[in-house]
């Protein structure tokens, strides 16, 4: 059963620093573009993040570029979404999404394929 589990959100304080990790079971993140969107009550999903399934080349929305840093690790069949000076404006969940083979970064959540359950984050003094 091809799943993603996101884990690593909370509380913190604006200005702080979190770090999301995304990790697979049953198939390998490494041939999946993976994207990070975030969606706030009653809003549309958002893209904010993605990282390239061949040449790892990644992308980042423009509320987020400078503070936040997506990166892979294929040993551990994870991608994570380091996020630095955090703000109150940050607060939602957060969702990591993979799209099949062969099939380049979208910033279009109806473009993913596999999805994970969302981790909550909260920027609050």
């Known amino acids: 059963q091809l799943q993603l589990v996101e884990s690593g959100g909370g509380l913190v304080q604006p200005g702080g620093s979190l770090r999301l990790s995304c990790a697979a079971s049953?198939?390998?993140?490494?041939?999946?573009?993976i994207g990070w969107f975030r969606q706030a009550p009653g809003k549309e999903r958002e893209g904010v993040s993605c990282?390239?399934?061949?040449?790892?080349?990644?992308y980042y929305a423009d509320s987020v570029k400078g503070r936040f840093t997506i990166s892979r690790d294929n040993a551990k069949n994870t991608v994570f979404l380091q996020m630095n000076s955090l703000k109150p404006e940050d607060t939602t969940v957060y969702y990591c999404?993979?799209?099949?083979?062969?099939?380049?970064?979208?910033?279009?959540?109806?473009?993913?394929?596999?999805w994970g359950q969302g981790t909550q984050v909260t920027v609050s003094s």
């Open positions: 990282i390239s399934r061949s040449d790892g080349n990644t």
């Open positions: 049953g198939f390998t993140l490494e041939h999946y573009s």
């Open positions: 999404a993979a799209r099949a083979p062969n099939y380049y970064c979208s910033w279009s959540p109806s473009e993913y394929d596999y």
